[in-house]
């Protein structure tokens, strides 16, 4: 079951049939807009267009699934560029120093070197997840129930205790996500939960609508709250010198490393990684006071870690079948719709999936480059398309999604409720993400836990006896500690670090 | 409430309150046959987990003595921006069933462009109905999509 070239050659094969070629450019296209578009993320990006795919195959639609991940990624840093709007909370670190880049009239180069930059690292990155996640799975074969629980249950952990000194905030997010997912029947018993009597919520409430309310319901309420006006640079030539990638060079490397190795981490998102690499550049370079001042490392750095993260994550989510950002999340999600299970059974059982999903990451890498090269210019006057027409098509988008999924009206509202939800959660400083993940896998923590305290006759200690559980779980409770002590020692009041979608 | 300190009490109060409430919904869940995971188990764990951190960001806040951050709320102006553009939202999920996708979406695209900037009132319909025909071309006709399509394109 581990890595095989023969696996990877047959997912070449799959991944250049015509099919999944214009559905991977048709990926790569909507993640350029989703990451130009200030107000629209991949997670809502993702999660609107899911219930639509289902006219697709699987591969297909979980290829254009992942292409709009990656691809936005790649967007985000034009509007950071060119008009100094990041379309992405990981494009802000880009927007420093590739700002002041396009005001010196090189917004050009910053462009160029920011494509190649993330090209460079999503392509590392792809080596590193086709030999790593194969590998990773054949060590997950061993897990049993206890372990998955263990596993989730140090994901949650982790991202709680990276939301900043939000502790108590992120928990209650957490909580809230739960408590969304547990309102339904019983999967095992049929028994209704938290229905309050309404029919309706006796079928549940999808994740997908949570999703888009929580992030584009919400982001859209922002943005018509501050009325975005926008200011446009010259791109000019878009050529970077030799010189320019001679000085790139080292940094991509560097901040591949980084954004490879922290993304695999749950709750490492590329919104933290971009920081964790540019001030790591800043703090490396023979030159620092040019950072801030449009120094060209400052954004090859950002963008590398950006997408060497992105890419990372795929491993735990193709490996364990755990996401690690809410992007993975929904991602996640679309692979269950399609009853694919994730985790290490995934590269037993759908090699062929799998395996062309990963080599159409290849493939969608070079579409991206020639996307974001030529078409710079279009990107860019796309990005300042005014709020009052982006608003009520950015909802248009929303509603048509959310009411695919079963084509009942009821699912809107609850778009629109947890729009309303997700508003006040980010001015009032909740992260957002721990509820986002918590609603994904609460089901599958559930039956985990269930199962486990099935084969133990109820007794918790089994998640403390089996080695491999016991370390993720030593690992949660440490995550806690963390947690705690820095909310004991802080003295300021709670508010989440700024989130990626 | 315009800073955090005021605001956390209040909501930690409300969400202890809620706590309470899932704890006593909890309670209500039909147990059925024994099992090592009864379906209480999770809902009143969350109850309770809600509960007890509603009371510690509470106090928390009320204890909090430094200099207390400003929410940055919208102004009058942007208040009622987002009210009316929630509004706009709500007629839109209540019309798409009787008028259907296409003349629903023309409807909400148009009055909301419209709304946000009255004096484009051109671009207004237009935008709209480039996307009240999309919703019927790509969802509807093309996707097959079962979006309702309304008394005009019915029959």
């Known amino acids: 079951m581990g890595f095989s070239w023969d696996f990877l050659f047959q997912g070449f094969a799959t991944a250049f049939s015509l099919q999944n070629l214009l559905w991977a450019l048709v990926g790569c296209f909507i993640g350029t807009l989703v990451g130009v578009l200030p107000g629209i993320g991949p997670a809502s990006g993702i999660a609107i267009l899911l219930p639509m795919t289902t006219v697709l195959p699987p591969t297909s639609a979980i290829i254009m699934m992942a292409a709009i991940y990656y691809g936005a990624m790649y967007g985000g840093s034009t509007t950071a560029i060119v008009v100094n709007i990041p379309g992405e909370a990981s494009s802000v670190p880009t927007a420093i120093d590739g700002y002041e880049m396009a005001k010196q009239g090189k917004a050009g180069p910053a462009l160029a070197i920011s494509a190649i930059s993330s090209f460079f690292a999503g392509t590392l990155g792809l080596v590193g997840l086709t030999f790593f996640a194969p590998l990773l799975a054949n060590f997950a074969v061993v897990f049993g129930p206890p372990e998955y629980f263990a596993l989730m249950f140090m994901a949650l952990t982790l991202i709680i205790s990276l939301s900043g000194r939000a502790l108590l905030k992120g928990v209650i997010s957490m909580a809230l996500g739960l408590m969304t997912s547990l309102i339904g029947q019983d999967p095992l018993t049929g028994a209704s939960r938290l229905t309050f009597g309404f029919p309706k919520l006796l079928a549940g409430i999808d994740f997908i609508s949570v999703i888009v309310g929580l992030f584009a319901i919400s982001e859209v309420m922002i943005n018509v709250e501050q009325r975005i006006t926008a200011i446009s640079q010259k791109i000019g030539n878009w050529m970077p010198t030799w010189t320019d990638i001679k000085q790139c060079l080292g940094p991509m490397f560097r901040c591949t490393g980084i954004g490879f190795f922290l993304g695999l981490l749950p709750g490492v998102t590329p919104s933290v990684t971009t920081f964790v690499a540019y001030d790591l550049e800043k703090r490396v370079s023979r030159h620092p006071e040019r950072f801030g001042h449009g120094a060209i490392e400052g954004v090859a750095a950002p963008e590398g870690a950006n997408n060497a993260t992105s890419t990372a994550g795929f491993v735990p989510l193709f490996s364990f079948g755990l996401p690690t950002a809410p992007s993975m999340a929904v991602l996640l999600g679309g692979l269950m719709m399609y009853g694919l299970q994730p985790g290490p059974m995934l590269f037993k059982q759908n090699p062929e999936f799998v395996w062309a999903v990963i080599a159409s990451m290849y493939i969608g890498n070079v579409m991206l480059v020639i996307l974001n090269l030529p078409l710079v210019g279009m990107w860019a006057r796309i990005c300042v398309i005014p709020f009052y027409i982006l608003g009520p098509l950015i909802v248009f988008f929303s509603v048509l999604g959310t009411y695919s999924i079963r084509f009942i009206a009821f699912d809107v509202w609850i778009m629109l409720i947890f729009g309303v939800i997700g508003y006040f959660m980010r001015k009032l400083g909740f992260p957002v993400a721990p509820m986002v993940l918590a609603t994904v896998i609460a089901q599958m923590m559930e039956t985990s836990l269930g199962q486990s305290l099935l084969i133990s006759q109820g007794s918790p200690l089994i998640f403390f006896t089996r080695p491999i559980s016991a370390v993720f779980m030593g690992l949660a409770f440490l995550s806690i500690g963390r947690g705690i002590w820095i909310q004991v020692r802080s003295k300021a009041p709670e508010v989440a670090i700024e989130e990626a979608d | ?155």
Request: proline share 6%; hydrophobic share 55%.
């Open chain 2, 1 to 155: 409430m315009k800073t955090l300190r005021p605001a956390d009490i209040a909501v930690g109060c409300f969400l202890a309150l809620l706590g309470l409430f899932i704890v006593y919904a909890s309670s209500m869940i039909r147990e059925g046959v024994e099992r090592a995971l009864s379906p209480r188990t999770i809902p009143s764990a969350v109850g309770y987990l809600i509960l007890v951190c509603g009371i510690g960001l509470a106090v928390k806040s009320w204890r909090f003595r430094g200099e207390d951050p400003k929410i940055n709320w919208p102004d009058r102006e942007g208040a009622k921006i987002i009210l009316v553009s929630l509004l706009f939202l709500a007629l839109y999920t209540v019309l798409m069933n009787p008028l259907g996708l296409p003349l629903s979406t023309f409807l909400y695209v148009t009055i909301s462009i419209l709304y946000l900037k009255p004096s484009k009132w051109i671009t207004a319909i237009i935008i709209g109905l480039i996307f009240g025909m999309v919703s019927y071309y790509v969802f509807i006709h093309l996707l097959k999509l079962s979006f309702p399509m309304g008394f005009l394109f019915e029959g």
